[in-house]
């Protein structure tokens, strides 16, 4: 296993890995990388930052072969290559440590650095002479590990060193970690980053995929922002503010905007107090939405907004406090019951629990009301009027299909959307749920969604809305609760002179504490 | 599957009936792939393969009895795949039809034997009887599936065991008949039996009853079921995404239950059929293999009812024609068990309406 | 307590072994298949073509060897058919399984009417029996010699298979991969192996394996093949499997357990308890073992959270 001892970073040499022009386009013409041109210099720590969705991880996918380009070249130590597989990849020095670790669960840590090359006999394998290598290896790059553990009662470090040890027992020149310090503790990370520098010293490069901002300006020789696909720009790090790369991480070119009317508020429509969830036991949560407004929730994903929506929506028991709807105490009422209530929830996987895929939109967009008149009586089913309010439904929300009957699995991921926000919203609800709700939906349903949860924030609904894009939570909310690591960092009451860049602090945890309680995070 | 923005209505259709076309000509095919093989295997034995299959395809119509036999197998094969088909929609893999017939024909016989009744209500005592007493066997896995997350595969595979088991026991101890020397039960009372059709129509159609009627309404009956009542849609829902299901506030383990339990109260049903229509008594292994072919038979008729009664009949034509086969030629009647077999393998490959596919898609490409 | 005495007798617990031969070596071919992220639901029918072929071929050619050997090989091709249905045709392993069953049924009856003329097995073919080992100096120990001393060939074989198996698993080479493949596909072929080719392997082996138990009863205890002889054991076998904790030693333990029932069963007919109580005790134990188990397992998904992390190997 060798490590080249080149140069400083960028010191004349040419750049070990290349990407021009780079392309990954969908076949439905969503593009999600754009015309690339990066290049990693020879012994540095590069890290790729930007939002969830920007392009960051498929772009290191299509350097590690697990993506095919649809456009550009991968330069390799100034040879064009094609990557075909990872396979490829590793055969050309570039190792990658993915966010799931890609080990095997009941094989032990030496073992797994060793798949595929094991030291032996195909009758036996020497485990110690595997363990050994291990140990040497890990000693070497000061990375400790227990060659001898199960990786499936192994610690998340560990496991994550395992890998790490994987891709450089294989020679890796270049070592892509992916989000690394997303399952890590805080001292995991210092000890990761500690490593890596290490690494880095012998002669490694080293790419860092990842959105927190404070670690990368902590670790990295330069930086690359990403942004709804396309590369923004890289910079030395030391040329970079915490703020400035904010800026360019969050902003947008294209605004969507909205017109909204002045309804009369009503207030506490949703109160929630004292709320603990299974995110985060240590943090409870409060505050009101009235009817009448949008109270948008920021924040990066993962940072307990999930499971907030998931426990109003009655999906996740809380595991303490109160949540009420108009005064009804509803902590402990059934998905059901909250429904009937007047809840209405769009979830932020719209694929994973939003649609019955191979049923038809009729089906899918009564799944609320099925059980009450006109659509059934007596526990008999009206199938001509569900498809007859199916397809006024779908006419009113604009949804593109020629029949009711159609699988949801034939639909885009705007048109999918729009049948969920049909469901949702013609029941007239007193409180929306929404998350995410214009993921992966082209511009012009986005609009068109919009549209539809102010029309019904206009008609006296309460409606709270966790995005990751700020953009959005701008143009919708007319207030704003900022989360992070699972409790509410910011609360903006007014909306006035916010920019995205003052959220986006917040958001990754730059800025000042605004109206927090419960505590620093 | 292509992503659908148009909103012409008549491409829509044309798309949608192609799609259908081509699944039905992808089941046909296979079917005659499989018999095609079976000649070829037949007339590499060195036997005479036109011989048996013409005795196989033209058989069963040749004497009323066969027919007869015919409509009797179709009856419990029809009963079985429907009893299949209920849980299969509702995502459930329920592999306990066995247990569930054997304890509905237990529980059924039971009453039948013991137990004097005005003939207008005895049959159907004694039917709803055999329908609790599956329903009651579906429930166990059921439950355990729903509440419990058990895996439902090992779950009716093992209380198959312990219910035939447990009928074994009773057929050659408790019920055994004295009057015979077989290990079978006491003839169930005449108030009992179902109506044989040669008594309704006076030709002679061996042991087809009412049954036939009964499995053919039955169809229609759990179609209504799945189409349009709540509980079917319920089902449907949660066969199609528990995690959405859930999601709208469906019951979900509830659904999963109850799926289970009609699955099972309609293999207790096509246990009264092989009681009450066919046997008149309990007799050790009476349905063996028929529950497998259950699940077989819901496969082939894409869980679909009418399709259902379509494979039914055509795998009881098949089991006829392959008796007469034997009588007839020197062909075994375990080629139809071949037969099935690769129609099985062939259908679930989905071999055929892929390969159509692509080489649709490979023409549209060029 | 002439009950406990028939139970702890050396006849006894020899038989246990004889009588679950068949199941301790479905139950490590069942363990292979699962390990490599195929369910074999076809064991059932995988045993059933290894008999059959196994009496057929040894009472034609008057050598027990070559019959066991083809027994073996038709069980392992019977093996790669289902993966190949699997792997290459996307079909589900259940199905397909379901499918093999049934084309051995079929086959095999086919198969011995159409050489035989016989509707009901081969009783009229003298295919003869593998022999039986005496363990020479055994005889003196005092539990194990009775126990172990003299038994059928295959049946020690089914010894040696657990320690091939376990030694394949979690010594060879090819054990690893297998685990790999069948536990983080996308582990394995990210450093080249190549997952077809593993899935075809261990299928054939776990095949082989049926195979052997299957041979066993046409030629082991008896000689020759009945219609439908296994009777669900390679049913039996899968719940073995499970209740093993998909490990060899767990599985052949298990296996030994339904083994014992069985023997139980058929001493005990002379008592006063129905044998179908017997049969159906490991049944009803493992009914109740996998509510104990599911619940426990629930438990842990209920966490949202640790579902996410649990994603992260």
């Known amino acids: 296993m060798t490590i080249d001892h080149e140069g400083a970073p960028g010191a004349g040499h040419p750049p070990i890995l290349e990407l021009r ?31 969830n969705g920007a392009g960051k991880s498929t772009l290191m996918k299509l350097a590690y072969g697990l993506e095919q380009l649809t456009a550009g070249s991968v330069i390799v130590d100034g040879t064009v290559r094609s990557i075909g597989s990872p396979l490829d990849a590793i055969k050309l020095g570039i190792g990658m440590v993915h966010q799931n670790l890609e080990l095997v669960p009941s094989l032990t840590v030496a073992e797994n650095i060793v798949l595929g090359a094991e030291p032996g006999s195909p009758l036996w394998v020497n485990r110690r002479d595997a363990a050994d290598a291990t140990r040497e290896l890990a000693d070497r790059v000061q990375l400790p590990v227990n060659p001898n553990r199960q990786v499936s009662e192994a610690s998340v470090g560990t496991r994550q060193r395992a890998a790490i040890l994987k891709a450089l027992g294989r020679g890796a020149r270049v070592l892509i970690l992916d989000e690394p310090t997303a399952v890590l503790t805080p001292q995991e990370s210092d000890e990761l980053f500690a490593a890596v520098r290490r690494l880095r010293d012998e002669g490694l490069t080293v790419i860092f995929i990842s959105h927190k901002l404070d670690e990368v300006r902590e670790i990295s020789d330069r930086i690359t922002v990403m942004r709804q696909g396309r590369l923004i720009a890289t910079h030395h790090t030391a040329d970079t503010t915490e703020a400035g790369l904010a800026a360019e991480m969050v902003g947008r070119a294209v605004s969507l905007d909205v017109e909204r009317g002045n309804p009369i508020l009503t207030p506490d429509v949703l109160r929630v107090e004292d709320l603990v969830t299974s995110h985060s036991p240590d943090h409870a949560l409060e505050f009101t939405v009235a009817g009448g407004e949008i109270v948008g929730i920021a924040g990066i994903e993962d940072n307990g907004q999930g499971e907030l929506m998931a426990t109003l929506a009655g999906l996740l028991p809380a595991r303490r406090g109160i949540v009420t709807l108009n005064d009804h105490d509803i902590t402990r009422s059934t998905v059901k019951q909250r429904r009937d209530r007047g809840v209405a929830v769009v979830s932020e996987d719209r694929l994973r629990d939003g649609a019955a895929l191979s049923l038809g939109i009729d089906l899918n967009i009564v799944v609320d009301r099925y059980d009450r008149a006109p659509y059934s009586s007596w526990g008999i089913l009206r199938p001509s009027v569900i498809r007859h309010a199916a397809a006024e439904l779908m006419a009113r929300f604009r949804v593109k299909a020629p029949d009711a009957t159609v699988p949801m699995s034939a639909l885009s991921g705007g048109n999918m959307q729009k049948v969920i926000i049909a469901r949702e919203l013609s029941s007239g609800p007193l409180l929306l749920l929404a998350s995410q709700p214009t993921r992966g939906v082209d511009i012009g349903a986005m609009q068109f969604i919009y549209e539809q949860i102010v029309a019904a924030r206009d008609s006296g609904a309460a409606v709270l809305l966790a995005s990751a894009d700020l953009t959005e939570l701008l143009t919708l909310s007319d207030r704003l609760l900022v989360m992070r690591n699972g409790h509410i960092v910011a609360r903006f009451d007014s909306l006035d002179g916010i920019t995205e860049q003052i959220v986006g602090e917040h958001m990754l945890g730059v800025a000042a504490h605004v109206d927090t309680r419960g505590g620093v995070s | 599957m292509t992503t659908v923005e148009m909103e012409d209505r008549a491409a829509f259709r044309t798309q949608r009936r192609n799609s259908a076309l081509i699944d039905i000509a992808g089941v046909l095919l296979t079917i005659l792939i499989a018999l095609v093989a079976a000649f070829v295997i037949v007339a590499m034995l060195g036997k005479n393969p036109v011989d048996a299959f013409t005795a196989l395809i033209t058989g069963p119509l040749e004497r009323p009895n066969r027919i007869g036999n015919w409509l009797e197998q179709t009856t419990t094969l029809t009963i079985l795949g429907l009893s299949v088909m209920i849980p299969f929609r509702t995502g459930q893999i329920s592999i306990g039809a066995e247990g569930q017939l054997y304890l509905g024909a237990l529980a059924g016989a039971v009453v039948a034997i013991l137990l004097p009744l005005p003939l207008a209500v005895a049959p159907i005592v004694a039917t709803v009887v055999a329908m609790v007493a599956g329903g009651v066997a579906g429930a166990i896995p059921g439950v355990m599936k729903a509440r419990l997350g058990a895996n439902e595969i090992v779950a009716t595979l ?42 309704l129509t006076g030709i002679p159609l061996s042991r087809a009853n009412v049954g036939l009627l009964v499995a053919l309404v039955l169809a229609g009956l759990v179609w209504l079921l799945m189409s349009r009542t709540s509980l079917g849609f319920r089902m449907r829902i949660v066969g199609g995404n528990p995690e959405f299901a859930k999601y709208a506030g469906l019951p979900v383990a509830r659904t999963i239950e109850w799926s289970f339990i009609l699955g099972g109260a309609v293999a207790g049903l096509a246990g009264a059929h092989l009681v009450f229509g066919v046997f008149s008594r309990l007799e050790p292994a009476m349905a063996s293999g028929l529950a497998f072919l259950g699940i077989v038979i819901a496969l ?67 | 307590m002439e009950l406990l005495g028939v139970l702890t007798s050396a006849t006894f617990l020899a038989a246990i072994l004889r009588v679950a031969t068949p199941y301790l070596f479905a139950a490590l071919g069942g363990v292979v298949a699962e390990r490599v992220g195929v369910p074999n639901i076809a064991l059932e029918g995988q045993m059933l073509s290894a008999a059959a072929t196994g009496a057929l071929v040894a009472g034609f050619t008057q050598n027990v060897w070559l019959g066991a050997l083809c027994g073996i090989a038709v069980a392992a091709v019977l093996g790669v058919l289902l993966t190949a249905i699997v792997v290459e045709l996307n079909a589900d392993p259940i199905i397909v399984g379901i499918g093999v069953n049934l084309l051995a049924s079929g086959g095999t009856a086919f198969a011995v009417f159409t050489l035989l003329n016989d509707k009901g097995g081969t009783t009229g073919l003298d295919s003869g029996t593998l022999p039986r080992v005496t363990i020479p100096g055994l005889d003196f120990v005092p539990v194990l010699g009775p126990l172990i001393g003299t038994q059928n060939i295959l049946t020690l074989g089914a010894f040696v298979a657990l320690a091939l198996v376990w030694w394949l698993m979690y010594r060879a080479r090819f054990g690893f991969h297998l685990r790999a493949v069948g536990e983080a596909p996308s582990a394995a072929s990210m450093v080249g192996i190549s997952s077809r080719r593993v899935k075809y392997l261990g299928m054939a082996l776990s095949g082989a394996l049926a195979g052997c138990g299957g041979v066993f009863l046409s030629m082991g205890a008896v000689s020759f093949f009945l219609r439908d002889m296994t009777a669900g054991r390679g049913y039996i076998a899968l719940a073995a499997v499970f209740l093993g904790g998909v490990r060899p030693v767990g599985a052949f333990v298990a296996a030994l357990f339904f083994g014992a029932a069985e023997a139980a069963a058929i001493q005990l007919g002379a008592f006063d308890i129905p044998t179908q109580f017997i049969t159906a005790m490991p049944y009803a134990v493992t009914l109740i073992a996998l509510c104990v188990f599911s619940t426990r397992v629930r438990q842990v998904q209920k966490d949202w959270r640790l579902k996410r992390r649990a994603r992260l190997v």
């Open chain 2, 300 to 366: 082939l008729g894409r869980n679909n009812p009418v399709g259902i009664v379509l494979a039914a009949a055509f795998y009881a034509y098949l089991r006829v024609g392959g008796d007469v086969m034997e009588q007839q030629t020197d062909v075994g009647s375990e080629l139809i068990i071949i037969i099935q077999a690769m129609i099985v393998l062939l259908v679930t490959a989905q071999a055929l309406p892929m390969i159509v596919r692509r080489l649709r898609a490979k023409r549209k490409a060029d």
């Open chain 2, 158 to 199: 093992m209380l198959n065991v312990i219910i035939v088991q447990i009928f074994d026991y009773l057929v050659q101890n408790l019920l055994r008949s004295e009057t015979s020397t077989a290990a079978v039960s006491d003839q169930i009372r005449s108030e009992y039996a179902w109506l044989r059709l040669q008594e």
């Open chain 1, 21 to 51: 022009g780079v392309e990954k386009m969908y076949a439905n013409g969503v593009f999600a990388v754009r015309g690339v041109d990066l290049a990693i210099n020879r012994g540095e720590i590069h890290s790729v930052i930007g939002e």
